[in-house]
T-cell receptor
Framework: DGGITQSPKYLFRKEGQNVTLSCEQN?????MYWYRQDPGQGLRLIYY???????QKGDIAEGYSVSREKKESFPLTVTSAQKNPTAFYLC???????????FGAGTRLSVL | DAKTTQPPSMDCAEGRAANLPCNHS???????VYWYRQIHSQGPQYIIH???NNETNEMASLIITEDRKSSTLILPHATLRDTAVYYC???????????FGKGTKLTVNP
């Protein structure tokens, strides 16, 4: 089936630890996105990539890093510099410049 | 920042039509209105979009006023599975990103 796969579904981070969230798509989309969602809030854009080997900061990029070495994959690393990482993280993909984005099921990150 | 205004919550009886309003008074001529919904603890799902004409698909209808300053998403026969947060988004074709506001939490009651 075509779609976006995020893993893991749940993730726990210890103090001072970096953790990486996986996002894979088989929709042949050029563009991929990472969003953060806090309880009762809308989605906020962390990073996005329109093409392989290129990405841009979104509205809340501090404390996060990404890479885009393959078209299918856009992993997000939550670094120790992100002091409040507890949130629901969503990955999406789209045709470049298109308004229809396809979302994964999300990863819920908590701090131990 | 989001260019749209939506009520924070609405209720609807099961089997009745759900009409979700959205104001976008500053919309430009080349900007579209998109609707997504997010069922609890899932990723958002695209519903429908339009520029100035009314649109209908298998999920919903979108009514855009003639001046394009507001729109209404209509779920013709709401079911309990339609309980979700609905996001109205103004998007310029070719733009690099969508901007999500807080949306409207629709609760469909039995």
């Amino acid at each position: 089936d075509g779609g976006i796969t995020q893993s893991p579904k749940y993730l726990f981070r210890k103090e001072g630890q970096n953790v990486t969230l996986s996002c894979e798509q088989n929709l042949n989309h050029d563009a991929m996105y990472w969003y953060r969602q806090d309880p009762g809030q809308g989605l906020r854009l962390i990073y996005y990539s329109q093409i392989v080997n290129d990405f841009q900061k979104g509205d809340i990029a501090e404390g996060y890093s990404v890479s885009r070495e393959k078209k299918e994959s856009f992993p997000l690393t939550v670094t120790s510099a992100q002091k409040n990482p507890t949130a629901f993280y969503l990955c999406a993909s789209s045709m470049r410049g298109a308004g229809i984005q396809y979302f994964g099921a999300g990863t819920r990150l908590s701090v131990l | 920042d989001a260019k749209t205004t939506q009520p924070p919550s609405m209720d609807c009886a099961e089997g009745r039509a759900a009409n979700l309003p959205c104001n976008h008074s500053t919309i430009s001529g080349n900007e579209y209105v998109y609707w997504y919904r997010q069922i609890h603890s899932q990723g958002p799902q695209y519903i429908i979009h339009g520029l100035k004409n009314n649109e209908t698909n298998e999920m919903a209808s979108l009514i855009i006023t003639e001046d394009r300053k507001s729109s209404t998403l209509i779920l013709p026969h709401a079911t309990l599975r339609d309980t979700a947060v609905y996001y109205c988004i103004v998007y310029q074709g070719g733009s690099e990103k969508l901007v999500f506001g807080k949306g409207t939490k629709l609760t469909v009651n039995p």
